[in-house]
Structures are given as structure tokens and as C-alpha cells.
């Protein structure tokens, strides 16, 4: 049977659940292919956000955790968490 959307109609917003999800591959200085609505945390651990301005803070995180930011990219250097984009 096909799947149908009931809300293929409506307009998408950002608090609106993700529709795609992504494996991110840590990489210093590289922007992530696609910037993520939020991250997901799959392995506990440390990860290295960049930011719009380039700024870099590493957060200890817990398998399961999501991180509400539209992040640029995840630093290799200081990651040790595994995560997934959200779009």
C-alpha cells in the first residue's frame, strides 16, 4: 500500500518534526553538506560545533541528547560523540 502525507499540503516551519536525517562526518574547517535543523546524539560523548561565526565550543553530550542548533559544521578535533543532522 502507498504511504500518503496528510500534511504534504501544509507549509513546513521549524518546529515542525524532521522529515530527513543525515550521518555526520566530523572534518576541521569543513561545512557539513547540509546545515541540520538540530543535531542527534547516537554515542555519548564530546562534540565540537561551529557556528554562523566560526566559532568553535565542545559540549559533552549523552546518546540520545538533541542539540537545538542549525549547526555549520562539527570539528574532528575534540569530537568524540557520533551524531546525525536533522533537516
Known amino acids: 500500500m502507498p504511504q500518503t502525507d496528510p500534511f504534504a499540503a501544509l507549509s513546513r ?4 518534526p524532521a522529515t530527513e536525517h543525515f550521518a555526520v562526518v566530523p572534518a576541521d574547517g569543513v561545512d557539513l553538506p547540509l546545515r541540520p535543523r538540530v543535531l ?3 554515542t555519548s560523548g564530546d562534540v565540537a560545533i561551529r557556528d554562523v561565526n566560526g566559532v568553535v565550543i565542545t559540549y559533552a553530550v ?3 541528547e538533541t542539540l537545538q542548533i542549525s549547526a555549520v559544521g562539527v570539528e574532528a578535533t ?3 560523540a557520533t551524531v546525525a543532522g536533522w533537516l
Open 62 to 64: 549523552s546518546a540520545g
Open 40 to 42: 542527534r546524539v547516537l
Open 13 to 16: 516551519s521549524l518546529t515542525s
Open 78 to 80: 575534540g569530537t568524540t
